[in-house]
C-alpha cells in the first residue's frame, strides 16, 4: 500500500518558518485528499488542515493566517508551510491521506497516518 511520507520539521525560535512535506511511499497515478494533524505530548491528536484534489483547503482556527496548506502538480504531495511559528506550535506533525481517486474513478476512502515530523517552537 502506498503510504504518506512526511518531512521537513524542525526546531526554530519563536516567528520563525517551517515547511513541511508529505509524498506518497512509492510509485501510485492516484491523487488525494489529504490532511495535516499535530499532537503534542500529553495532548490528543488535532486536526490541522487539510487539502482535496480540488484544492479546496480547511483549516484549524489556532492556524489560520499562519499556515497555508498546498498540493504538487500531480495532487499525491501536500505542503504544509508555516509562519509565525509559536511555542505552542511544538509537537509531531502527522500527514494523512483521507480519499484517493484512481485513474479518475469515484473517490474512495484511503486512511493512511505517516510516522511523523517532529517541530519544536522555543521561545
Known amino acids: 500500500q502506498v503510504k504518506p511520507v512526511e518531512s521537513g520539521g524542525g526546531s526554530v525560535q519563536t516567528g520563525g518558518s517551517l515547511r513541511l512535506s508529505c509524498a506518497p511511499s512509492?510509485?501510485?497515478?492516484?491523487?488525494?485528499?489529504m490532511s495535516w494533524y499535530r499532537q503534542a505530548p500529553g495532548k490528543e491528536r488535532e486536526f490541522v488542515s487539510g487539502?482535496?484534489?480540488?484544492?479546496?483547503?480547511n483549516y484549524a482556527d489556532s492556524v489560520k493566517g499562519r499556515f497555508t496548506i498546498s498540493q504538487g502538480n500531480a495532487k499525491n504531495t501536500s505542503y504544509l508551510q508555516m509562519n509565525s511559528l509559536r511555542p505552542e506550535d511544538t509537537a509531531m506533525y502527522y500527514c494523512?491521506?483521507?480519499?484517493?481517486?484512481?485513474?479518475?474513478?469515484?473517490?474512495?476512502?484511503?486512511?493512511?497516518w505517516g510516522q511523523g515530523t517532529q517541530v519544536t517552537v522555543s521561545s
Open positions: 487539502i482535496d484534489s480540488d484544492g479546496r483547503t
Open positions: 494523512k491521506t483521507d480519499r484517493r481517486r484512481c485513474n479518475g474513478g469515484w473517490p474512495l476512502e484511503y486512511n493512511y
Open positions: 512509492g510509485y501510485t497515478v492516484c491523487t488525494y485528499d
